[in-house]
């Protein structure tokens, strides 16, 4: 880091929940490398504690505040430990996560509820909570929330999951508008990384075994598919958070690896208009050229995983 950066986020306060291990904890550290005190959340003491120990081995300031967010309890117990702790709150990255994978018909109502109450209702209640207080203080303030390509493209076996990340980008987008005048951003960060979420897939095992022998992950990762380390995605949180980012709010940005994106929001691709409304006889005749060449891919498109670094059946 270079000394300019050093101090980016000195006097700030961050609030990073699911933070005990993975791409959390990684967010976590580097806040604390630029100088924002930490407060780490997770559902498991030890992990959460040894977080804790690991930020203030490197110099770091951190806390932990146990609790599994989804409650409005939990959400106001992180935003009080930051207080307690430090004197206020500055950023929120709403980090935590479940998956509960399966396709529709074996999705249990617990399947669904679980992954909604944890990601979706997680970050709306802690955003409401760090938002009320951003306001009350005068807090330009940062909402950093996490969403992953399933949200923005589908997936397979991921209802669920799709329906609790692409609902975290239209909060994001809402919050844009209901917080700019009191200088508060919401953006979502799309990450791709190995962790112990990932690191099991079969499409990323030669990348996870590349950094686990502590060599560089190939380029099909690292550049095609936008796959490398939590560390990689870390920095693009610490400088969301920073002074630099202020007029950044209300958007999905993607990284991974080498790689980082600027999604766009939905749009319209098309518009037709008829003197009395569509009806059914109308769309019969005209929606097949309204649609010829418009209607839109599901799914993301990746690339064919080269020969050379096929290590099991692909799949993802
Ligand atoms: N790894 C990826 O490539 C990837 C891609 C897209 C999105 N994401 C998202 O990034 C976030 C972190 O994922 P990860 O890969 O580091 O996973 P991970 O499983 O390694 O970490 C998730 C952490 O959240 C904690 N957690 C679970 N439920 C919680 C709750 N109710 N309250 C507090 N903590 C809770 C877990 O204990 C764990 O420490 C998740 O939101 C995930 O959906 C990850």
């Not at 409005?72 to 935590?96: C, K, P, Q, S, Y």
């Not at 969403?147 to 997936?155: F, L, M």
């Not at 490398?228 to 991974?256: M, P, R, W």
């Not at 003197?275 to 109308?282: A, K, P, T």
Request: proline share 4%; aromatic share 6%; net charge negative.
């Amino acid at each position: 880091m270079s000394n300019e950066s050093a101090g980016a986020l000195a006097g700030k306060v961050a609030v990073v929940t699911g933070s005990g291990q993975g791409l959390g904890l990684a967010y976590a550290q580097e806040l604390a490398r630029h100088g924002a005190a930490v407060v780490i959340n997770d559902v498991v003491q030890e992990t959460a504690e040894r977080a804790v120990e690991a930020i203030t081995a490197a110099g770091g300031r951190a806390v932990a505040v146990v609790a599994p967010v989804g409650s409005t309890e939990a959400a106001t117990a992180l935003v009080e430990g930051a207080v307690a702790a430090f004197g206020r709150l500055d950023i929120l990255v709403t980090n935590a996560g479940v998956l509960r994978d399966k396709s529709i018909l074996k999705m249990t109502d617990e399947d669904f509820d679980l992954v909604i109450q944890v990601h979706l209702r997680g970050t709306f209640t802690c955003a409401r909570e760090a938002y009320r207080h951003f306001k009350e203080n005068n807090v330009a303030g940062r909402i950093i929330t996490i969403g992953s390509p399933t949200g923005q493209y589908g997936n397979f076996g991921q209802t669920n999951y799709a329906a609790a990340k692409a609902g975290i980008v239209g909060m994001v987008r809402t919050w844009a508008l209901e917080m700019k005048k009191a200088g508060v951003t919401a953006n979502a960060v799309i990450p791709v990384a190995a962790t112990a979420m990932t690191e099991t897939v079969p499409f990323f095992r030669s990348a996870v075994e590349a950094d686990r022998r502590g060599e560089p992950m190939p380029d099909f990762f690292r550049k095609d598919l936008g796959f490398g380390t939590a560390n990689d995605v870390a920095g693009l949180i610490a400088y969301l958070a920073s002074d630099e980012a202020a007029d950044i709010t209300g958007q999905a940005i993607g990284v991974g690896g080498d790689r980082l994106q600027i999604f766009s929001h939905p749009q319209p691709v098309v518009t037709e208009y008829r003197d009395g409304g569509w009806d059914f006889d109308s769309l019969r005749e005209q929606f097949p050229a309204a649609a010829e060449g418009n209607l839109q891919r599901v799914g993301e498109k990746l690339p064919p995983l080269p020969e050379e670094l096929q290590t099991a059946p692909q799949a993802r």
